[in-house]
Every structure is written in structure tokens, then in C-alpha cells.
């Protein structure tokens, strides 16, 4: 089965950091773009970053630009989100994507994540003091 697995999400305070991770089991992230998603309650999902094949292009929403981070491991088995100076409104429930077709190094979508067919379970991040 292909399966994403999220983790590291949990409760911090504003201005504090967390890391996320997305473990892929069964495929690796080489050739599909992933990306990152959250949806706060009430709200409609969105898209927060992503990433091209193979380490491709990056692009960033624009409440999370210049704080958070995508990665990847060297073996893109692993993806991380990199959130510092965390704020209240970046609570939600955060999740990692990849598509089911091979994507362009350029090709980096965010929105609400309609290219992404594969989903993790998500990850509460909660931000509060």
C-alpha cells in the first residue's frame, strides 16, 4: 500500500518551532511533486508549501513565507516542514501530499491540493499560549 505517515505536530507557543515529517512507505518521493496542506477548523483546506520532483521548485503561501521550510531527505523517503515563529493562525490540522503522476522538477501546485491523490492522516499543530 502506498501510505504517508505525518508526525511531530503537538502544542507550542507562539514565536516557538516545530518540524514536521512525512515518512512514504511503499514509493518514494523522486518523481512525484508533494506538498504540504493545512486545514484550521471551520476552514477550507490550503496549501502551505510544496515541492517539484526531485528536490524541484519551491513555493511558499503567502502567511508562511520566510518561516517555513520544505525539505527533503537525500533518499526522498522523508519530507520535512520546517515552522518557525509560529503564530495562533497557524493552528490547524497539517498534512503532506504527493501525486499519483510524474511531476516536473517545476511543477510545485499548492491551492487546495486537487494534483494530489496521495494523502497522509494529518497532524494536529497547535499554537497557543
Known amino acids: 500500500q502506498l501510505q504517508l505517515v505525518e508526525s511531530g505536530g503537538g502544542l507550542v507557543q507562539p514565536g516557538k518551532s516545530l518540524r514536521l515529517s512525512c515518512a512514504a512507505s511503499?514509493?518514494?518521493?523522486?518523481?512525484?511533486?508533494i506538498g504540504w496542506f493545512r486545514q484550521a477548523p471551520g476552514k477550507e483546506r490550503e496549501g502551505v508549501s510544496c515541492?517539484?520532483?526531485?528536490?524541484?521548485?519551491?513555493n511558499y503561501a503567502d502567511s508562511v513565507k520566510g518561516r517555513f521550510t520544505i525539505s527533503r531527505d537525500n533518499a526522498y523517503k522523508t519530507v520535512y516542514l520546517q515552522m518557525d515563529s509560529l503564530k495562533p493562525e497557524d493552528t490547524a490540522v497539517y498534512y503532506c501530499?504527493?501525486?499519483?503522476?510524474?511531476?516536473?522538477?517545476?511543477?510545485?501546485?499548492?491551492?487546495?491540493?486537487?494534483?494530489?491523490?496521495?494523502w497522509g492522516q494529518g497532524t494536529q499543530v497547535t499554537v497557543s499560549s
Open positions: 501530499a504527493a501525486t499519483g503522476f510524474t511531476a516536473l522538477q517545476s511543477f510545485c501546485s499548492l491551492g487546495r491540493g486537487t494534483a494530489y491523490s496521495h
Open positions: 515541492m517539484g520532483s526531485f528536490g524541484g521548485r519551491t
Open positions: 511503499g514509493f518514494t518521493f523522486n518523481n512525484v511533486a
